[in-house]
């Protein structure tokens, strides 16, 4: 099965420049866990639950921008990507998400939740 049929093709972004909180605040409402960060529109990091428990509330600033506590570099895959092969790399990288990219452009990422819910359907 590839990536392709199964990530989340919405992917919420922000620029680098944005505050943590304003984008604490757009995860909250679109009840996310994570947010692509972009500089000048081209992709930068990620910033996740995690970085927000481990980096910020740790000692920074929740008035900072994003770009300070977002992780980097992207994981990338490509869209065509087996299933199977990314879940090895989340693994192996002790990480959740991926980001699904096509042509050098952001089309989705593919996340734990992604197959917590494929494993419960029977497709994995």
């Known amino acids: 099965m590839k990536i392709a049929d199964v990530m ?9 420049s944005t505050k943590v909180i304003d984008v604490c605040r757009i995860m909250g409402e679109r009840k996310i866990g994570s947010v692509l960060v972009t500089k000048d529109g081209k992709p930068y990091g990620i910033f996740t639950e995690r970085d927000l428990l ?15 506590y ?16 990314a ?16 042509n ?10 992604d197959l917590v819910r494929l494993l419960g359907e029977g497709r994995i």
């Open 87 to 102: 879940a090895k790399i989340m693994k192996e990288m002790n990480i959740r998400r991926l980001v699904v990219i096509e």
């Open 8 to 16: 989340t093709k919405e992917v919420v972004k922000v620029e680098h």
């Open 54 to 68: 481990s980096k910020v509330l740790t000692g920074g600033s929740l008035e900072d921008e994003v770009y300070k």
């Open 104 to 113: 050098e452009e952001v089309v989705g990422i593919f996340t734990a939740s």
């Open 70 to 85: 977002s992780s980097t570099p992207l994981v990338v895959v490509s869209k065509d990507y087996d299933v199977r092969e």
